[in-house]
């Protein structure tokens, strides 16, 4: 198995399931057993890594190496260090943006962010994007690669939230910001795309401001 | 990362509380086999009590400790386990699959049970080896490794090895030497080869040059030696003037289609060489350069060639737009080549002066470095140029400054020679993406891997030599071209491909929206996009597949799976591990 | 190599060499001495659990001598066949006529056997291919560079052993002063350690302290006792060695790793006193070095010593001009005339450059020397034993034609064995070996020799 096989899903599913760490390790670069399932690897643990600090995760708890058969000594200061690290969080929740309730059920929202299609898309044509370019031509560094997967993690993540909540209820879009603790205007953004989508509707008017809720095949799965 | 993490609460919890693996599955039956590879494992693990543990786990019905599972006595018990108990999933916890894997599965299908229900848990290097000194740890370590291969046990679905036949014949693209090296090659084993030549003659790049180094020999009767060899053998059938026109297919099964001036043949193949060649850089704003007082080394060969050249002061400027910003590469060859003609130009007329204006000889290895001497003595002279001063070409002389002197020379001259690097061939590009086979920032073929394996592509079933991989002296391209013709015949002698079946397949048809995204990652060219009566989807080639898991990890319907490391057979190692 | 060990084709004869050849191509007989190793290959299980208790310790080769092993040993952790040997002549059983036998006691899986000998292996076969490549060339006949005599003055092989993560430094570059400073110190750390131990016997036997012993000793009140003369000697030596180990002491905790290299190429070769031919893979292979040294610690300088820097294969030109961009690595061009040595054991380098014109000389904390590849010891016997022809430099002839071809059908050679080349050449040219050999085994009969 390579590290290209590992599903950035299946790192949240570790901390779902308790776990304090997830390291990755994997060839060198250029070294690669799979020859070039590594940079793969690399880049979706490095996805993982960024959903899941974003909804709370202490980023040390994530890390991607690479080590060689031959580098015996390496492999032990490498997982010593990330379990020194580790340890001194302590058990999920401590060091972490959110206490552990709470982080557990940010992580099965960062599990199911972490298979979107588009998420996947840029994952999988990060590499061409940054070498080859798009197809206009046009060469993106990692930097620009890292801040569109930003971007997306960030709708993404809100995009769910925003369907969960309108799922159960009609909800203004005050209301909505208040309880995901986001700017409002950004999630009347999120909102009206939705709407675009057929996704969300209007639901009646309650004083001033409009509520919306979920609609279509999508509401009870989101 | 180790087991023990800050979360003690788990290590201390029964160990018949399962989370993962939930229920008992029905009919499961695991035996798992304990080794203690003498004093090992056993000297550093407490291997009794492993057993022990092993039989609470979910499914185990059989637990047995061994001495050596690898030895005759060893096997027995698990054959004679696999019948008696009615296993129907065996786990072994010795040492590495690597070496013991093979074993272990045939004898679970000389049992009769399908080999790929059995899994591997290497407690000797994973435990005992490297936790000598925290035997404790190295315990409880070994246990939850066991716990996980069981769980991932409870999933394992058999598997049959893929076959495919091999179309014996093969497919030679490129008629220079190298392709023709090749070719012959393949043809003298009793293969039959098509050999595929763009332009109407054989012979490459070769033919517009005069005398071949170190050897000396004409390149003329090289070429003759060579293209009558080809034409006359039976096996190999040649086509001029051709192109192609599509590819299509996989290792074993190439479906080729060829262009003759218009008229259009198609044939199957089993093994692809490229040996397209490459191309030389003209070139057009470089010191001068007109073609006639100032020319490049392939238009003095030119020269030499007709009995036309009849300079007496020639200056040489070697790394014309090579080793500079646009290209960075090296060429390899082009300090031989003026090295070459440097010789000849002394040998024709020990009057003449030669001088060659370089940045590094690249004389590398014994001929080309006894060549250069050669040349010295010969009276060839060498002045080394720095990249930020180059030299100057006026009418009737050269300008260059002189490192040793620390002064600026003026050398007459009335022929300047360029030597200019290969570039690529302007074809690389269609036919790798026919091949799907990838190119360097050159443009030149990429290799699969640099150092071990230099003459194949990841791609199976399609190899490279000469200059279509990177430039080369004529000993390098007849090298590569048999050692090509080696690789290829690999396949070809084996008749039949067994591969593992450890594969991606696509489990979930319905799921594929044939975007094409794993398409694009797979190392191996092993995914293609079909139309179906479903629709567009995904098709794995078995053959080609090595069964890295890159596209299952990146399709987002989960339409593809890896067989023996699908998502579920992971993530329940996951939870397995997470439970202990 | 795992597969080639594995491969059902290949029937592996390590520890073993050729002593005869007749017939000829498609029908050679070949002759092979396989020599006893001590071990029942097919019984050993390369546990290692032998190593562990020998205890005869002997000079490692694969570290180049800068580490241990024991007599019996396998030549490298990776090795196959993953089996071990035993070196008769450490070996106290075999070689030293003493009475051991431990490694046969611990080797559960009785595969010790002292009682092996060498066996006589008959073959037939249609082709021979030679690839026994290449010696590294000795650099301590070239007496101006000092190797041998200055500590820090290494080979690029034993350079590559220091920084090895599973060399003898783990990939620390210390310098091999120090590491002989070490052992030196840790011979008078033992040294002091058995003295001490008896003296504190004494004591205790005696019942007063060592000083106060001495002081009634030199002033002859301390009466009459067997052990008082042993005493005052042991006493006095334990105080020289430890006045002898303070100074080095304090040496070795100043000591730091080496961060200022110096390469120096074309040690032996395109030397007209040694090898006049080019060794092809140096240039390539002391960048590396140098890159993988600042890798490891980016504070590491290195500089190149060199005439061309001759970086001709896919990426080399690229990798040699990203050595200099980031790795702090200068490339100089002049043949180093001298390396001398100051009062730290810092190698100076005495060359003259060429681009300012002056002879100029520099410290530095380590000298690698690019040496050589040459021809290997055994090649002029083997040849003789084949009938073949070595060529110029005494490396295999063949023909740049058919550069797989010896001067005998039948017979073929790749690799270093014909010249010296860098390891994708070799793995290119070991399958254009294999097709030569293949050809003339399905064409036996009408045999093609020379060039396809």
Same mark, same amino acid.
């Given at each position: ?5 590992v599903?950035p899903?299946m790192i949240a599913e570790a901390f779902i399931n308790d776990a304090d760490g997830v390291m990755v390790v ?19 643990v490095?996805?993982a890594e960024?959903?899941l600090?974003?909804?709370?995760l202490s980023p040390k708890r994530v890390s991607f190496d ?16 990330f379990?020194?690290?580790v ?5 999920l ?14 992580l ?115 | 990362m180790?087991?023990?993490s ?226 006359? =053998? ?167 400054? =002189? ?45 699969? =891997? ?124 996951i939870?397995?591990f997470l439970?202990? | ?452």
């Amino acid at each position: 198995m390579c590290t290209g096989r590992v599903d950035p899903t299946m790192i949240a599913e570790a901390f779902i399931n308790d776990a304090d760490g997830v390291m990755v390790v994997g060839c060198h670069f250029g070294d690669c057993h799979y020859i070039t399932g590594n940079v793969q690897g690399q880049i979706k643990v490095g996805l993982a890594e960024r959903v899941l600090t974003y909804v709370g995760l202490s980023p040390k708890r994530v890390s991607f190496d690479q080590c060689s058969s031959a580098e015996g000594e390496r492999f032990v200061k490498l997982v010593t260090d990330f379990n020194q690290g580790v340890r001194e969080l302590g058990p999920l929740g401590n060091g972490d943006g959110l206490p552990a309730p709470e982080l557990k059920e940010k992580l099965s929202i960062a599990k199911t962010i972490l298979a979107k299609e588009k998420l996947r898309w840029v994952v999988g044509k990060f590499t061409v994007f940054v070498t080859e370019g798009n197809k206009y031509g046009e060469v993106f560094t990692d930097h620009e690669m890292w801040r569109t997967l930003d971007t997306i993690v960030m709708d993404e993540v809100a995009t769910h939230q925003i369907m969960r909540e309108l799922g159960q209820e009609a909800v203004a879009v005050k209301d909505l910001a208040a309880r995901l603790k986001l700017p409002a205007p950004d999630v009347l953004r999120y909102v009206l795309a939705l709407q675009r989508r057929e996704l969300v509707d209007l639901d009646g008017v309650e004083g001033n401001s409009p509520r919306y809720k979920a609609v279509g095949p999508t509401a009870q799965v989101a | 990362m180790k087991r023990r993490s800050p979360r003690l609460r788990i290590a201390a919890s029964p160990c018949h509380s399962f989370k993962w693996g939930m229920k008992l599955a029905k009919d499961i039956r695991i035996g798992v086999f304990v080794c203690d590879c003498g004093s090992n494992i056993a000297g550093y693990l407490d291997c009794p009590s492993i057993a022990e543990y092993a039989e609470t786990l979910p499914n185990v019905v059989f637990v047995k400790e061994n001495l050596y599972t690898c030895s005759e006595a060893g096997i027995n018990e698990i054959k004679d386990a696999i019948k008696d108990e009615n296993l129907n999933r065996v786990v072994v916890a010795s040492c590495s699959p690597r070496t013991h894997e093979p074993l272990f599965r045939e004898s679970c299908a000389e049992a009769g049970l399908n080999p790929y229900l059995f899994e591997m848990v290497n407690i000797r290097d994973q435990c005992s080896w490297v936790h000598m000194q925290e035997r404790e740890e190295g315990n409880e370590k070994a246990k939850d490794l066991i716990r996980m291969g069981v769980a991932k046990a409870t999933l394992l679905q058999p598997q049959e090895p893929i076959q495919s036949e091999m179309d014996p014949k093969s497919l030679v693209i490129g008629g220079g030497i190298s392709g023709m090296t090749s070719a012959l090659a393949l043809a003298n084993r009793g293969y039959q080869v098509y050999l595929i030549e763009k332009t109407k003659d054989l012979g490459g790049l070769l033919r517009n040059l005069s005398k071949l180094a170190p050897s000396n020999i004409d390149a003329k009767e090289l070429i003759a030696k060579q293209v009558e060899a080809v034409k006359n =053998h039976k096996n190999i059938q040649l086509f001029t003037s051709s192109t192609i026109k599509e590819i299509q297919g996989y290792i074993g099964h190439y479906d080729v289609t060829v262009s003759t001036n218009g008229t259009e043949e198609k044939f199957g193949v089993g093994v692809i060489i490229i040996a397209t060649g490459a191309r030389v850089f003209k070139p057009e704003g470089f010191f001068n350069y007109d073609g006639k007082r100032v020319i490049t080394q392939f238009e003095l060969e030119a020269l030499f060639k007709s009995k036309k050249f009849k300079s007496k002061n020639v200056v040489m400027i070697q790394c014309v737009g090579a080793r500079d910003e646009e290209r960075k590469y090296c060429s390899r060859i082009c300090c031989l080549t003026a090295i070459k003609n440097g010789i000849a130009i002394k040998e024709q007329n020990p009057e003449a002066k030669v001088h060659i204006l370089y940045r590094d000889i690249q004389a590398y290895g014994t001929e080309n470095e006894a060549l250069y001497q050669r040349s010295k003595q010969l009276g060839v002279r060498y002045i080394k140029y720095d990249q930020e001063k180059p030299p100057e070409v006026l009418d009737n002389t050269v300008k260059v400054y =002189h490192h040793l002197l620390g002064r600026e020379l003026e050398l007459e001259q009335d022929l300047v020679v360029l030597s200019t690097p290969l570039i690529a061939g302007e074809d690389n590009e269609e036919l790798s993406k026919l091949l799907r086979v990838t190119l360097d920032e050159n443009k030149f073929f990429l290799e699969s =891997h640099v150092k071990l394996k230099p003459l194949d592509f990841a791609t199976d079933g399609v190899y490279l030599c000469g200059n279509a991989h990177y430039p080369a002296t004529i000993r390098e391209a007849i090298s590569q071209a048999l050692g090509a013709a080696s690789r290829a015949s690999i396949p070809l002698a084996k008749g039949t491909m067994t591969v593992e079946p450890i594969v991606s397949v696509l489990a979930d048809e319905e799921a594929c929206r044939g975007c094409g995204l794993c398409v694009a990652l797979c190392p191996y060219g092993a995914l293609e996009i079909a139309q179906t009566e479903k629709g567009r989807k995904v098709r794995v080639i078995p053959v080609a597949c090595k069964g890295c898991g890159i596209c299952a990890a990146t399709c987002y319907v989960h339409a593809l799976s890896i067989n023996s490391y699908t998502d579920q057979q992971v993530e329940e190692q996951i939870r397995a591990f997470l439970s202990g | 190599m795992l597969d080639a060990g594995r491969h059902s084709n290949i029937n592996l004869l390590a520890y073993s060499e050729v002593e005869e050849v007749e017939g000829e191509v498609g029908s050679f007989k070949v002759k092979v001495r396989k020599k006893a190793r001590y071990v029942n290959e097919d019984l050993c299980t390369g546990c290692g659990a032998c190593v562990e208790k020998c205890p005869s310790t002997v000079e490692d080769e694969f570290n180049i001598g800068l580490g241990e092993r024991k007599a019996i040993y396998k030549y490298f952790p990776q090795g196959i066949p993953s089996t071990h040997c035993i070196d008769a002549e450490n070996c106290r059983q075999l070689g030293q006529g003493k009475k051991c036998g431990i490694c046969a006691k611990v080797c559960q899986a009785g595969a010790v056997d002292y009682e092996q000998q060498d066996q006589l292996v008959d073959l037939e076969v249609g082709a021979i291919v030679l690839a026994t490549g290449y010696d590294v060339f000795d650099p301590s006949v070239i007496p101006e560079y000092g190797y041998g005599r200055i500590d820090n003055v290494v080979t690029a092989m034993e350079f590559e052993r220091l920084l090895s993560a599973s060399g003898p430094t783990h990939g620390h570059l210390d310098r091999p002063s120090e590491l002989a400073l070490r052992a030196e110190i840790a011979v008078l750390d033992k040294d002091l350690k058995k003295a001490t131990r008896q003296i504190e016997k004494l004591e205790e036997k005696h019942g007063k302290k060592t000083s106060k012993f001495l002081k009634e000793f030199k002033a002859g009140k301390a009466g009459e006792d067997g052990d008082f003369e042993r005493w005052a000697t042991l006493a006095e030596k334990a105080a020289d060695t430890e006045k002898n180990l303070a100074p080095l002491k304090k040496r070795e905790a100043a000591a730091q790793t080496a961060r200022k290299l110096a390469f120096i190429q074309c040690v032996g070769s395109r030397d007209f006193r040694f090898n006049r031919f080019c060794s092809s893979y140096c240039c390539m292979h002391s960048v590396k070095e140098a890159m993988i040294a600042h890798e490891h610690d980016n504070e590491t300088t290195s500089s190149i010593f060199c005439m061309d820097l001759r970086a001709v294969g896919r990426g080399f030109e690229e990798y040699k001009l990203r050595g200099g961009k980031t790795a702090n690595i200068l490339y100089v061009r002049g043949r180093v005339a001298e390396i001398t040595e100051d009062k730290a054991h810092n190698p100076i380098v005495w060359y003259e450059s060429t681009t300012s014109r002056r002879v100029e000389h520099e410290t530095f904390d380590m000298v690698v020397l690019a040496t050589a590849c040459v021809p290997s010891a055994a090649t002029p016997k083997l040849a003789e034993l084949l009938g073949l022809e070595l060529e110029e430099n005494g490396f295999f002839k063949t023909d740049p034609l058919a550069p797989l071809d010896t001067t005998r059908a039948g017979i073929f050679v790749c690799g270093c064995a014909q010249g010296p080349m860098d390891i994708p050449e070799s793995v290119a040219q070991a399958s254009s070996a294999a097709a030569r050999a293949a050809e003339v085994v399905s064409m036996a009969g009408e045999v093609a020799v020379g060039g396809s």
